[in-house]
């Protein structure tokens, strides 16, 4: 068995394993998605609040407009009952005045109920939306807080490997591992293959009994045939 192809197995290995830790790295979840959500209830939560202070103006202001009207209609009905107006064409007038301005005043008494429902509904759905924007950004924190542990952990993880797979590398003759970087390249990580039975566990090719021969002789130049990859016997697994 090549002493040199059983070190290039615990390269693979780390390769394998590096690819798994890199992999799991990149697929953490950042929360941009989640940030984007929370913006937008945080844009949605801004227009309900900017819809309630355009009711609540609206509001004043209709409160402010029955006091007027209130005002006008006493005092015109002050001068309609006090006595003072004698004419029946000024009396007509305002009996008139006071009639418009009581239909004024009931027009804008009915806006106010309308309003009052209206803040009632935008107080709840204020309430409905920072009681979700919160949970968004509870969880946003909750994301980016694991994220930041677990990546440190990862590249920690990859970094100690990286030195140990260099270290490991170093005890492999040069052009053989050059060779194993360049099918590794090619084959989807995977440049060397342990042999413990009859097949390759690369393809799933079964080996003639003379090339499985040379495989358990240890020979550091074999490759399968069908897939390139090189091949190691482990004897303890076979």
């Not at 060779?179 to 989807?188: K, L, M, P, T």
């Amino acid at each position: 068995m090549s002493e040199g192809l059983k070190i290039l197995y615990a390269v693979q290995q780390a390769d394998l394993e590096l690819a798994r830790l890199q992999e799991a790295l990149a697929g953490l979840d950042t929360g941009e998605e989640l940030a984007a959500e929370a913006a937008g209830a945080e844009a949605e939560l801004e227009e309900l609040r900017r819809q309630h202070r355009a009711s609540e103006k609206d509001h004043t202001d209709r409160e402010l407009e029955l006091e007027t009207l209130e005002e006008k209609r006493a005092r015109f009905q002050a001068q309609l009952y006090g006595g003072t107006v004698r004419n029946p064409r000024q009396l007509e007038d305002l009996q008139n005045e006071v009639a418009m301005l009581s239909r004024e005043k009931g027009k804008v008494e009915d806006r106010l109920l309308e309003l009052m429902e209206s803040l009632e509904l935008e107080r709840s759905q204020i309430g409905a939306a920072s009681a979700h924007l919160k949970e968004l950004q509870e969880r946003l924190a909750a994301v980016r807080a694991k994220h930041e542990t677990t990546g440190a952990r990862l590249r920690q993880e990859i970094a100690d490997l990286e030195a140990e797979r260099e270290a490991r590398a170093a005890g492999v003759d040069r052009q053989l591992l050059r060779r194993y970087e360049q099918i590794r390249a090619r084959q989807g990580n995977l440049g060397l293959v342990r042999i413990t039975g009859n097949t390759c566990p690369g393809c799933h090719i079964t080996f003639p009994s003379e090339v499985l021969k040379s495989i358990k002789a240890g020979r550091p130049d074999l490759t399968c045939e069908s897939c390139g990859r090189l091949l190691y016997w482990d004897e303890s697994e076979a």
